[in-house]
């Protein structure tokens, strides 16, 4: 039976997860999902005057931190639930997630993405046997919910579900645990953040082990969907309309559940440019021989574009995820060819 409290969210009641269900879900999980690593440089943190960690969910099973919702989330699927099978909107990642676990753990997927999703995620969700229905952002939701009325299945979006979000706070739990073995108090967790599945996840996940530490949310400029509900006081939808290279943070919908978790908690937002996330990328292969897309860099890109400032503190960036298109990946890189090794002009940033 699981724990739940419960927000008024305008006019309807939602249940919204505790730190008991990241727990269960961790144990849910645990044969599934990895324990990825949490790593820091020597070299950055002489240059940025603090300790930088990167949690490199990157290195997760599928490539992004969404499996740990979806596992969570099919696990907990009922005889008839599973026979049904389910259907998930994704721009890629969550998609993924979800044709990968179910596969595995024995149902069938549709994954509705819109017709700007990077060839590589829509590749992977079809090798893993899910069928994919193409359409534009605008279309997104309604599409799926459409199809998962007409087929009879279950509709599992990719941050505005109980289960999703608990399976996103054990993010929050193996930071705590890991930088409690290697005795460092965490300061700040920064969160790649679209519609705030990991954002509400590790405030959920910190809340027992690590309650001093702060979260804060990362968005891409021009979808600041996070930063205008909170300044709003509720959840604000975008408009299609902008473009970014963090095509995984690029979503219009505000998800209710993670706001209204977020929303007495988080400590703040941070925007940053697509420029700063190539940075980051390039950053993150340089010093940590991580390959990340670009929404997966945007917490790296908010500390090294000195968005944050790390001085005497210990704070970690989530690496949120991988799957990136290589062109895009080789031209991000081959632009660092103009520096000298070893030169990220750090030095200059913040003297500057």
Known sequence: MREAISAMSDTTMVALPTIDDVKIAARRIAAIAIETPLIESPYLNRHLGGRLFVKAENLQVTGSFKLRGAANRIASLSADEMARGVIARSSGNHGLAMAYCASLMGTSAVVVAPDTAPATKVARIEACGARIVQVPM????????????????????????????????????EIAAQAARAGVVIDVVLTCCSGGGLTAGCLLGLSDASPATQVQAVEPVGFEKMGASLAAGRRIDLKPSGVS??????????AEIPFEIVRPRLAGTIAVTDDEVREAMRI?????????????????AAVLAGRLKLEGRAVVATISGRNVDLPLAASVLAEANDLRPGDHGLSARRHA
């Open 138 to 173: 605008a279309r997104l939701s309604d599409t799926a919910i459409d199809l998962a009325r007409r087929e009879n299945r279950v509709y599992v979006p990719p941050a505005d579900d109980f289960w999703v979000v608990a399976g996103a706070g054990t993010v929050g739990i």
């Open 245 to 254: 290279i963090c095509d995984a943070l690029t979503g219009v919908y505000m």
């Open 284 to 300: 993150a292969f340089s010093e940590f021989g991580l390959a990340i897309e670009p929404g997966g860099a945007v917490a790296l």
